[in-house]
């Protein structure tokens, strides 16, 4: 998979293409991706996906605050791994947010050559979102590409979606996030250095650098698999403010022990896997009941995993 970071890097003399943010590339995305690449390769032509960042929800204003289900490396590998060749996060500003949807057309007309574009039910580009699915079908004819238009995936009677995503996220339920986006929800960050209050109390932690914007699950403490240079580790996730310990407001960090597992690793890369929330996070009245507690913790998560594995 190659990926890009503009169009102008980039030229094909005919593909397939699929365009949309595909922020956390769920199982409705997935599906898109599916036809996308079974098509492209049958007809021996590129596979090619143009999403966009940052997030035209948040250069518009409509959204703030943790956005992101992923960032535009994971999201470009997550495409990949599932056989698309070429990827392009293109940028998203005020003059692009300008552009009629057949000024974009155009656009990726004269740099990808595409024949087919295949989108979901709800895109639109273009100014004011006016390149809706009537108006790219009437585009189609000019320039000379066939639309075609995947329909909304159902899973209990939901539609599959990133803002419901962000919203069961925001609610702790990991496994039907994790059902969702059929794969499980990861965090990754560079390891950083911490205040050494986990090895303090006989647990080091492994604290990660995640961009302000990425979204994180509902506090709490999780059993997840680690993923660090190429190994799986069992680990319990602390994802919150530490009320024990912090008695002014502070951003949520995520936390993690290692299970059998203390390297030094500052400054590695490090994939959180989350499998299952075990519990709320809360304040304990003393240093001794919250090492009692995680203790707890580590016994539930290691049966968590063990189980997983029997399964």
């Not at 495409?79 to 000024?103: C, K, R, T, Y």
């Not at 656009?107 to 039910?121: A, D, P, Q, T």
Request: neutral net charge.
């Amino acid at each position: 998979m190659q990926h890009y970071w503009s169009l102008d890097d980039v030229f094909v003399t005919d593909s397939w293409l699929s365009i949309g943010t595909f922020d956390g590339v769920h199982r409705g995305h997935q599906e898109i991706i599916r036809q996308l690449t079974h098509g492209a390769h049958q007809n021996h032509k590129p596979a090619v996906v143009v999403t966009f960042y940052p997030h035209p929800a948040k250069v518009l204003g409509k959204r703030e605050g943790r956005y992101y289900l992923s960032t535009p490396e994971e999201r470009a590998e997550d495409l990949g791994n599932l056989g698309v060749d070429i990827v392009i996060s293109h940028p998203f500003n005020h003059e692009i947010a300008q552009l009629s949807a057949e000024e974009f057309i155009q656009r990726l007309k004269n740099k990808l050559n595409f024949s087919e574009l295949i989108v979901g039910y709800d895109f639109a580009l273009g100014r004011n979102r006016e390149g809706n699915v009537k108006r790219l079908e009437e585009l189609s004819a000019r320039y000379k590409y066939s639309l075609k238009v995947v329909p909304a995936l159902k899973i209990d009677g939901e539609i599959v979606s990133s803002s419901l995503l962000r919203k069961i996220l925001a609610a702790g339920d990991i496994e039907k996030v994790n059902k969702l986006l059929g794969k499980p929800f990861r965090l990754r960050g560079k390891i950083i250095t911490g205040d050494g209050r986990g090895r303090s109390l006989g647990v080091p932690t492994a604290n990660l650098e995640i961009l302000a914007e990425r979204v994180v699950p509902l506090e709490g403490v999780y059993v997840c698999r680690a993923e660090l240079h190429n190994h799986k580790i069992g680990a319990v996730v602390n994802v919150g403010v530490r009320p024990t310990f912090e008695e002014n407001p502070v951003a949520p960090r995520v936390e993690a022990h290692l299970l059998d597992f203390d390297d030094d690793v500052y400054g590695e890369v490090i994939t959180l896997e989350f499998l299952h929330r075990i519990r709320e996070e809360r304040k304990f009245p003393s240093k001794d009941e919250l090492i009692k507690q995680i203790q707890q913790d580590i016994i539930l998560s290691r049966q968590y995993l063990l189980q997983t594995i029997n399964d």
